[in-house]
């Protein structure tokens, strides 16, 4: 088996074992480095279905610390948390996330004006990760989530919406899918009759191109009554 560590210019950690890897975005141009079993879920695609075992993250992350140690990193400056509660996501570190990527790229203007394909290209990416995390939280957790962004981050929603409805414009069943994952996420909005209008979209699309809610709706998730319902 073969893998790589390598340190990016920008300071993105790039992880490479095979023909998978992944990329942590982190800044660790200001002397210090914190990483935890959470930075170590996925690989990219197209292995990213599945997580990442807790005991193999364990290993990665290992390997990870190496890497900085080698390019002469005192350990006194680097914080990796192994332990498997690490791997563990809560609702108000997802909310504040997915707040974060909203204002920068609504103050870039990529959400309310004229998209650039690359930009949303980034900002996929970065919005996916967070709805995979938030799939790994506990139902109390989701519905924490749920209340801080009605009250206290409502940015949350439109970057949500806008995923979805952007996730059917060239549409393939991986991006339909996800699409559903994030309708499903602002199911509890106060404006369930507009999640019900992006809904009635998918479904034409759904025909016009042959895509199937199977994989979604084996989840057992809020969202099936609501597709069943519209179908």
């Known amino acids: 088996m073969n893998y790589?560590?390598?340190?990016l210019k920008h300071g993105d950690i790039k992880y490479t074992e095979?023909?998978?890897?992944?990329?942590?975005?982190r800044d660790f141009r200001d002397g210090e480095i914190y990483l935890s079993l959470k930075d170590v879920r996925?690989?990219?695609?197209?292995?990213?279905?599945n997580e990442i075992p807790i005991k193999k993250r364990q290993e990665i992350l290992k390997r990870i610390e190496e890497g900085f140690i080698e390019r002469g990193w005192e350990k006194e400056v680097l914080y990796f948390d192994y332990t498997p509660e690490s791997a563990i996501y809560y609702a108000e570190e997802v909310s504040s996330d997915l707040n974060n990527y909203y204002e920068l790229f609504a103050m870039r203007g990529h959400i309310s004006k004229v998209r650039e394909e690359q930009s949303n290209q980034s900002l996929d990416i970065k919005v996916l990760k967070f709805i995979q995390n938030y799939y790994t939280m506990t139902t109390e957790e989701q519905n924490k989530f749920t209340e801080i962004v009605k009250k206290d981050k409502p940015g949350v929603l439109i970057l949500l919406k806008d995923f979805a409805k952007r996730k059917i414009e060239n549409p393939n069943q991986r991006d339909f899918t996800y699409g559903l994952y994030a309708l499903d996420m602002l199911l509890n909005d106060n404006?369930?009759?507009?999640?019900?209008?992006?809904?009635k979209d998918y479904i034409v699309v759904s025909k016009n191109y042959n895509l199937s809610f199977n994989?979604?709706?084996?989840k057992n998730r809020p969202l099936n009554n609501l597709i069943k319902e519209l179908l």
């Open 18 to 25: 095979d023909n998978k890897t992944f990329t942590i975005v």
């Open 215 to 218: 994989e979604f709706m084996s």
């Open 42 to 49: 996925r690989w990219g695609e197209p292995y990213d279905e």
């Open 191 to 199: 404006d369930n009759q507009e999640i019900k209008e992006i809904l």
């Open 4 to 7: 790589k560590v390598e340190l």
